[in-house]
């Protein structure tokens, strides 16, 4: 056992061409399992599981929103990741707690029942979880890239994005039906029961996944890494500094709205499960359709093209939230889930490899944990203004002639606003950077005698 245990996680023979197509395709399956697993645990189900539970709206709000912070512990990621030459058990591990963790939430209400102790139980989970997920998150993404050329990283990605998509609309959508039908029935706790299982069987499976995957060796660094240089490198690097700034703003803007976008189709538009799953099933079935366009869009022309415009398509997508009533809901919720998935097919490929290509080689992970962290502690920050202010205006509503607008549909104007500064950035940027090269180029041809 010793020596297959050894194989499995500290495997230092050379890796073939053959392993590395293998291992690249096992993390598209793992893919294919953490996502729709972090999916049915978040959002509107996390946001009904809360609410059966007895939790209110700011509550509810704040628990889905800590998780923001769980990304301070990957200040400290890097200061273990750069000691190490394997991270694989470290990264497996970790995972495995946080999918197993997920899987409880959903079964808690069965497995206690007094709904408040459910409720802690749940909320405690749901941190711990996450916190070790935002530890080994790093470590992943340098591990993904790692058995990745960076000729092929646009178009892996935008077919590894294009399959998980589809696993998320099936399994999102079948979790619906179960909620719906349990719930329809008058008995919503065993629905929360079906959708923990289903949840726990996709845990599994995804740990599964990360035992085949190869590992590259990664080069311990010569220097000492100690936590100031986590926290203060990335901002000193001039080359990296505005992928922390592009961050900000974009963490700003996600996050100060983002749980409510999820209670408010449940409480304010009170929208059926199946329904949600419905939209949810087509978001990500056009996302799978989208994604490796988007992909191509990132290798032929830049991530800061495919940043910018898919960025550009969430606004929009936010901002058409701010106009969906009761009354409306029905058809203009299905506008909103159209742009948001051409938004949302392209937008993580894009900011992750956009981080990526202006990263240092050396100790990456640095610069990656820092981006990460400093991402979490501003997006709770901004998830606690936006919970403090709903809590304060407590359903308040104002009307426009004959346009009524709520507290919550506010909170979607600022998110545009704040989302707009960060494209007027980008674009900022990347006509600077493209005057930089042109001019590097022009000193490097020979004068004309």
Request: hydrophobic letters at 50%; a positive charge.
């Amino acid at each position: 056992m010793p020596g297959f245990f050894r194989k499995l996680f500290f495997n230092e023979s050379e890796i073939t061409e053959k392993q590395y197509r293998l291992s690249r395709n096992f993390f598209i399956v793992e893919a294919m399992c953490s996502s729709p697993v972090t999916t049915l645990v978040s959002g509107s189900y996390l946001a009904g599981l809360f609410a059966y539970l007895g939790a209110s709206e700011a509550v509810s709000s704040i628990i889905m929103s800590v998780v923001a912070l769980a990304g301070l512990v990957q200040f400290a990621s890097p200061l273990v990741a750069e000691r190490l030459q394997r991270r694989k058990l470290l990264s497996t591990s970790f995972a495995a707690f946080h999918r197993l963790s997920l899987a409880l939430i959903m079964l808690a209400p069965m497995l206690f029942e007094n709904k408040l102790l459910a409720l802690g139980v749940a909320a405690v989970l749901y941190l711990a979880g996450n916190f070790a997920n935002a530890f080994i998150s790093p470590m992943y993404s340098v591990w993904v890239v790692s058995i990745l050329p960076e000729y092929i990283r646009g178009k892996y990605f935008g077919i590894k994005d294009a399959f998980t998509n589809i696993s998320c609309a099936l399994l999102s959508y079948a979790g619906g039906m179960i909620l719906d039908t349990y719930t329809a029935a008058g008995d919503q706790r065993v629905g929360f029961w079906g959708v923990g299982l289903l949840v726990l069987a996709l845990a599994v499976m995804d740990i599964s996944c990360f035992l085949p995957v190869r590992e590259p060796a990664q080069e311990k660094t010569r220097e000492k890494i100690n936590l100031k240089d986590v926290f203060t490198k990335p901002f000193r690097n001039a080359g990296f500094r505005p992928v922390l700034i592009i961050n900000i703003f974009y963490q700003s803007a996600l996050y100060l709205s983002n749980a409510f976008f999820a209670i408010f189709q449940v409480s304010r538009l009170g929208l059926s499960y199946e329904l949600i799953g419905l939209t949810t099933c087509v978001n990500i079935g056009l996302r799978t359709l989208l994604a490796p366009i988007w992909g191509r869009i990132a290798s032929e022309r830049s991530w800061f093209f495919a940043t910018r415009f898919s960025l550009l398509a969430l606004l929009l997508s936010w901002f058409i939230w701010v106009f969906i009533t009761v009354d409306n809901a029905i058809w203009m919720v299905w506008v909103a889930t159209v742009i948001s998935a051409v938004a949302w097919s392209g937008i993580g490929l894009a900011l992750f490899g956009l981080q990526f290509d202006l990263a240092p080689k050396e100790n990456t992970s640095i610069y990656i944990s820092c981006n990460s962290a400093m991402a979490g502690v501003v997006g709770f920050l901004a998830s606690l203004a936006g919970s403090a202010f709903i809590g304060i205006t407590n359903g308040y509503s104002f009307s426009i002639g004959s346009f009524e607008i709520c507290d919550m549909q506010l909170l979607f104007i600022v998110s545009t606003i704040l989302g707009a500064l960060c494209v007027w950035y980008i674009s900022r940027l990347e006509k600077r950077l493209k005057r930089k090269a042109l001019s590097q180029e022009e000193e490097k041809e020979p004068a004309l005698v």
